[in-house]
């Protein structure tokens, strides 16, 4: 076989392998992050004793959740129990495939050729040229997850908790896309490079949050009814459903759920940077790819700060309010702007 | 439509007002205790747990007279009394306690003990951390309830107004 093909094939490996862990590193940041913001919100500490500053409590989280006990109920259906977590974790993490982490490939520090040929590290997983098509997809993967779950526990609660979690995904999956449409009406692509390289001009003031501002609030609303986040976080309604579609999870099989949400808001937050705020875009990110890697962090950091805000302001909102929301004024709204922006597009290239 | 609009209005500036409340308190510090490691502090005549005084000179103010243990509701206390000696002298009058015993199980703090004795040897001091790993650890000896006994986790509140208006807590 070709030289060439083995090493970039184990390149390419490397880097899947490492991205994924990095996700599952940032849910264990995320779990921290969050306890620690919420905190302060709320004129407390947060964690503070495991660790300095409370640094190693995800640890601790985390080895208590190895360590309990795992319990099967007799009463559920065995298989899809056990494959619901999996099936609510994998498409939470798969969805960060197509975002571009910087603005070209790089060589790998140090290493000019391998096995003397030069290999180029591209910082995105995949380039799919439906790539916005493809998160919407894997985004209502997830539910599959939820509603398995619920079903599979062979409990009321949980059984309303995914069919409720279910509906509120799938809704919130419409006004997503058409907020996104407009997106691509803007960028004429649905590929994610080409849609954040449309985005550098004008010192920033190219971002799509400033030229549609109305499909960014629709998509991060939805974004986060998506990923059950506040003030859409009916999942987990513990003074309604006891804990929703996960009542009957315990151990690393609820970890695996915890984990899927707090991904899912990662990737969240990841997307709404990268569609919205101009991904790596940033001054000198088109010559140095790495600093494109910090802009784009930077931005990721500045929406979960406000996904927390808001959860640390915003009460919840009742099931039916939110599907009125939803129906009633996010769609609308979207077919509206997406109207609005065929028609001054038209003007413009006619 | 006019409805709706002024809806969508008046509860974006709703939300954002609440983001804004967040927000503010975001930025200042916490008023959580950090109880071991900072001191709490209580007021001055807050009624803590026991501790049995001395004299300047180190003799026990406790002349073994069991009034603390006729006052007390519960019944938690138990004073057995003794003889002091020339060669051994535990407190200035005829006769010392002994035993000393304080139930702190069944202690409700009502202060009777400390209101009744003659000495003023029992007080209700301001350490408040009194769990054990043993019930029967909870019994506190003489030797447990005598001076000194000041733990660090315990301040006392220099509550400046309170003192003042009703000439309470002198220090």
Same mark, same amino acid.
């Given at each position: 076989m070709? /030289?060439?093909?083995?090493?970039?094939?184990?390149?390419?490996?490397?880097k899947i392998?490492?991205?994924?862990?990095a996700?599952?590193?940032?849910?264990?940041?995320?779990?921290?992050?969050?306890?620690?913001?919420?905190?302060?919100f709320t004129?407390?500490?947060?964690?503070?004793?495991a660790?300095?500053y409370?640094?190693?409590q995800?640890v601790?989280?985390?080895?208590?959740?190895?360590?309990k006990?795992?319990?099967?109920?007799?009463?559920?259906?065995r298989?899809?129990?056990?494959?619901? /977590?999996?099936?609510?974790?994998?498409?939470?993490?798969v969805?960060?495939?197509?975002?571009?982490?910087?603005?070209?490939?790089?060589?790998?520090?140090f290493t000019?050729?391998?096995?003397g040929?030069?290999?180029?590290?591209?910082?995105?997983?995949?380039?799919?040229?439906?790539?916005?098509?493809?998160?919407?997809?894997?985004g209502?993967?997830?539910?599959?997850?939820?509603?398995?779950?619920?079903?599979?526990?062979?409990?009321?609660?949980?059984?309303?908790g995914?069919?409720?979690?279910?509906a509120?995904?799938?809704?919130?999956?419409?006004?997503?896309?058409?907020?996104?449409l407009?997106i691509?009406?803007?960028?004429g692509?649905?590929?994610?490079n080409?849609?954040?390289?449309?985005?550098?001009?004008?010192?920033?003031l190219?971002?799509?949050?400033?030229?549609?501002?109305?499909?960014?609030?629709?998509?991060?609303?939805?974004?986060?009814?998506?990923?059950?986040?506040s /003030?859409?976080?009916?999942?987990?309604?513990?003074?309604?459903l006891?804990?929703?579609?996960?009542?009957e999870?315990?151990?690393?099989?609820?970890?695996?759920?915890?984990?899927?949400?707090?991904?899912?808001?990662?990737?969240?937050?990841?997307?709404?940077?990268?569609l919205?705020?101009?991904?790596?875009?940033?001054?000198?990110a088109?010559q140095?790819?790495?600093?494109?890697f910090?802009?784009?962090?930077a931005?990721?950091?500045v929406?979960?700060?406000?996904?927390?805000?808001?959860r640390?302001?915003?009460?919840?909102?009742?099931?039916?309010?939110?599907?009125?929301?939803c129906?009633?004024?996010?769609?609308?709204?979207?077919?509206?702007?997406?109207?609005?922006t065929?028609?001054?597009?038209?003007i413009i290239?006619? | 439509?006019?409805?709706?609009?002024?809806?969508?209005?008046?509860? %974006?500036?709703?939300?954002?007002?609440?983001?804004?409340?967040?927000l503010?308190y975001?930025?200042?510090t916490p008023?959580?205790n950090?109880?071991?490691?900072?001191?709490v502090a209580?007021?001055?005549?807050?009624?803590?747990?026991?501790?049995?005084?001395?004299?300047?000179?180190?003799?026990?103010?406790?002349?073994?007279?069991?009034?603390c243990?006729a006052?007390?509701?519960t019944?938690?206390?138990?004073?057995?009394?003794?003889?002091?000696?020339?060669?051994?002298?535990? %407190?200035?009058?005829?006769?010392?306690?002994e035993?000393?015993e304080?139930?702190?199980?069944?202690c409700?703090?009502?202060?009777?003990?400390?209101?009744?004795?003659?000495?003023?040897?029992?007080v209700?001091?301001?350490?408040?951390?009194?769990?054990?790993?043993?019930?029967?650890?909870a019994?506190?000896?003489?030797?447990?309830?005598?001076?000194p006994?000041d733990?660090?986790?315990?301040?006392?509140?220099?509550d400046e107004?309170?003192v003042?208006?009703?000439?309470?807590?002198?220090?």
């Amino acid at each position: 076989m070709d /030289p060439v093909v083995i090493t970039t094939t184990v390149v390419e490996i490397i880097k899947i392998f490492i991205i994924a862990t990095a996700l599952m590193l940032g849910f264990a940041a995320m779990t921290l992050i969050e306890r620690k913001t919420v905190a302060r919100f709320t004129l407390r500490y947060g964690p503070n004793r495991a660790g300095k500053y409370g640094l190693l409590q995800p640890v601790a989280d985390m080895f208590k959740m190895f360590f309990k006990e795992e319990v099967i109920p007799g009463h559920v259906d065995r298989l899809v129990y056990l494959m619901a /977590p999996g099936l609510s974790l994998v498409p939470a993490i798969v969805a960060f495939a197509v975002v571009p982490l910087a603005s070209q490939p790089f060589a790998i520090p140090f290493t000019e050729q391998i096995f003397g040929q030069p290999v180029m590290v591209t910082p995105w997983v995949a380039d799919v040229n439906v790539g916005l098509l493809y998160v919407l997809a894997i985004g209502s993967l997830g539910t599959y997850g939820v509603i398995l779950g619920g079903w599979s526990s062979n409990n009321k609660y949980s059984l309303l908790g995914g069919l409720r979690t279910s509906a509120q995904m799938l809704s919130y999956e419409l006004p997503m896309g058409i907020a996104l449409l407009s997106i691509v009406l803007m960028a004429g692509s649905l590929r994610m490079n080409e849609i954040v390289s449309q985005q550098g001009s004008l010192w920033g003031l190219g971002w799509f949050i400033f030229v549609q501002p109305i499909a960014f609030l629709i998509f991060f609303i939805s974004g986060l009814a998506e990923a059950g986040r506040s /003030p859409f976080d009916l999942p987990e309604t513990e003074n309604e459903l006891i804990g929703g579609f996960a009542t009957e999870y315990g151990g690393m099989k609820f970890g695996l759920f915890f984990g899927a949400e707090y991904i899912h808001t990662v990737v969240l937050a990841c997307i709404t940077a990268t569609l919205f705020l101009g991904g790596w875009n940033g001054p000198l990110a088109e010559q140095v790819p790495i600093l494109g890697f910090f802009y784009f962090l930077a931005k990721v950091a500045v929406i979960i700060f406000i996904i927390l805000w808001i959860r640390a302001s915003i009460t919840r909102v009742r099931f039916d309010k939110m599907m009125n929301f939803c129906w009633k004024f996010l769609l609308p709204l979207g077919l509206v702007n997406l109207a609005v922006t065929a028609l001054v597009i038209a003007i413009i290239s006619f | 439509m006019i409805n709706e609009v002024k809806e969508v209005v008046t509860g %974006s500036v709703e939300l954002a007002r609440a983001m804004g409340v967040t927000l503010k308190y975001f930025f200042r510090t916490p008023v959580t205790n950090q109880f071991p490691d900072e001191p709490v502090a209580v007021y001055p005549r807050f009624r803590g747990r026991h501790v049995l005084k001395r004299y300047e000179n180190g003799l026990e103010r406790c002349i073994g007279c069991s009034l603390c243990a006729a006052a007390c509701p519960t019944d938690c206390i138990y004073v057995g009394a003794a003889e002091n000696t020339d060669e051994e002298r535990y %407190s200035p009058g005829e006769r010392y306690a002994e035993i000393y015993e304080i139930n702190m199980l069944r202690c409700i703090f009502c202060g009777y003990c400390a209101e009744a004795c003659p000495t003023e040897a029992i007080v209700l001091e301001h350490d408040f951390a009194l769990a054990e790993y043993d019930r029967w650890d909870a019994v506190y000896t003489k030797e447990r309830l005598l001076e000194p006994h000041d733990p660090p986790h315990i301040a006392i509140r220099d509550d400046e107004v309170f003192v003042a208006k009703a000439g309470w807590g002198q220090k």
